[in-house]
């Protein structure tokens, strides 16, 4: 390995350090519901409005977080992102309030995960040009995998000192760990981006400005895709518990344990499998030919679940492949915005076309509660879910890949891709 593939590998590394740490917020919030209403004295809809200000924060404020970025450094902008979401939880331990509770785990940990997440798989993008679907996919993959490993610290603690102690001693780990690491990260100088040949490239065009971007119909076109995407597998998701106890599998064994914690483990894990898997896919075969077969393979996996869904083997295991074929969508749309646009302005765009994962986030829930309850069950959820699938997959293969291919011949291919320099 030369020194260019030893300098971006740790540049990875790095950058999955910084989301790992950032992952805990949003991915262990569950466990401090009881303890936060307890405290606040407050109903459980008021207190998960703080997960909702994390969401939207973390989604729709995410191009401005993007442009302080690429207008500052992006290692001391990803650096205060990581400060900020560890000082969300230190605050929050103090918090007797709505109002406290809002402005410290809601508003804190909302910007600096943001500011992490769009800064890292900006970076990464840039990085590693000839393996950019894999990059993005493997620091999209910590931050959910970074809650693999504290949710049982924290939930051990919590039981041993308390909710507050807790907040606090893994705010100030997490944070100083996230901070630390972020201050090794930079963006590549133009000489430290391997050139790479047209034929293992995507299609990669010259660097779109954001305002031109938003003017063009083909991000648009992504952008409506990846909202689709993200409102059908959120509205699964989402309501996951709820279909296992509806469907009477919640509480029976696989494999000696209770189906739906056994099940929801396993999709954790395959829900971060598939982003690097299917990102190293798209490097190989191209970005639409991927989507359309991981999005119908959700297709699939979806009506199989429903077709299972009072097996409870069945459902514990196919809840897996949903997910398996759902997650991806975090590490295609980044490369895939990112070959069409340009690297110049990458975490910007992205963080444009990342507010459709905060539209489908809002939109998920609602829609699917209010299918359930128009229909008195849950089985025409799955089946928005399945038909929204098969239309993007159907989106990306015959539209999305000839007016993208279009857009790059009129422009013109770039076999090298170069970044701008930032300390």
Same mark, same amino acid.
């Given at each position: 390995m030369d020194k260019l593939d030893q300098r971006r590998w740790l540049q990875l590394a790095l950058g999955l350090i910084v989301?790992?740490?950032? !992952? !805990?917020?949003?991915?262990?919030?569950?466990?401090?519901?009881?303890?936060?209403?307890?405290?606040?004295?407050?109903?459980?809809?008021?207190?998960?409005?703080?997960?909702?200000?994390?969401?939207?924060?973390?989604?729709?404020?995410?191009?401005?977080?993007?442009?302080?970025?690429?207008?500052? !450094?992006?290692?001391?902008?990803?650096?205060? &992102?990581?400060?900020?979401? &560890?000082? &969300?939880?230190?605050?929050? !331990?103090?918090?007797?309030?709505?109002? &406290?509770?809002?402005?410290?785990?809601g508003l804190l940990c909302g910007l600096g995960t943001g500011i992490v997440y769009v800064g890292i798989v900006g970076l990464m993008v840039r990085w590693f040009p000839d393996r950019r679907g894999f990059a993005a996919g493997l620091v999209a993959a910590g931050y959910g995998m970074g809650a693999m490993i504290t949710t049982f610290p924290i939930s051990n603690m919590m039981e041993a000192a308390g909710f507050r102690q807790t907040l606090l001693v893994f705010g100030i780990i997490l944070g100083a760990v996230g901070f630390l690491a972020a201050l090794g990260l930079r963006a590549p100088h133009p000489d430290e981006v391997p050139a790479v040949k047209p034929s293992r490239l995507t299609g990669t065009a010259a660097n779109t400005a954001p305002k031109a971007m938003l003017r063009t119909p083909l991000f648009w076109l992504m952008f409506v895709m990846m909202t689709m995407m993200s409102t059908g597998g959120l509205m699964v998701t989402v309501n996951f518990a709820a279909f296992a106890r509806e469907f009477g599998v919640a509480d029976a064994l696989v494999f000696g344990f209770a189906a739906l914690p056994f099940a929801l483990t396993f999709d954790r894990v395959t829900n971060g499998l598939t982003r690097p898997f299917f990102g190293w896919i798209s490097d190989q075969i191209g970005r639409e030919q991927t989507m359309a077969i991981a999005f119908a393979l959700e297709a699939c996996a979806i009506c199989l679940l429903l077709y299972n869904r009072q097996n409870p083997y069945a459902f514990a295991l196919l809840s897996g492949v949903v997910f398996f074929a759902w997650g991806e969508i975090f590490s295609l749309f980044p490369s895939l915005l990112t070959d069409t646009f340009g690297t110049k302005h990458a975490t910007t765009n992205y963080g444009f076309l990342y507010m459709a994962q905060g539209v489908g986030s809002l939109l998920g829930g609602p829609i699917a509660a209010l299918v359930h309850d128009a229909a008195g069950n849950w089985v025409p959820v799955f089946g928005i879910a399945i038909a929204l699938d098969v239309f993007t997959a159907a989106l990306a293969f015959l539209v999305l890949r000839p007016m993208r291919r279009g857009w790059i011949e009129a422009r013109g291919v770039s076999p090298l891709i170069v970044g701008t320099a930032t300390a």
């Open positions: 989301m790992m740490t950032i !992952s !805990s917020p949003q991915y262990v919030w569950t466990l401090f519901v009881k303890p936060f209403q307890a405290a606040t004295n407050a109903s459980l809809a008021a207190v998960q409005v703080t997960f909702t200000v994390v969401i939207v924060l973390q989604t729709f404020f995410s191009p401005v977080q993007g442009y302080l970025i690429e207008r500052f !450094s992006a290692k001391l902008m990803i650096a205060l &992102g990581a400060a900020l979401s &560890g000082l &969300g939880w230190v605050m929050a !331990s103090y918090a007797e309030s709505l109002i &406290g509770l809002y402005a410290t785990y």
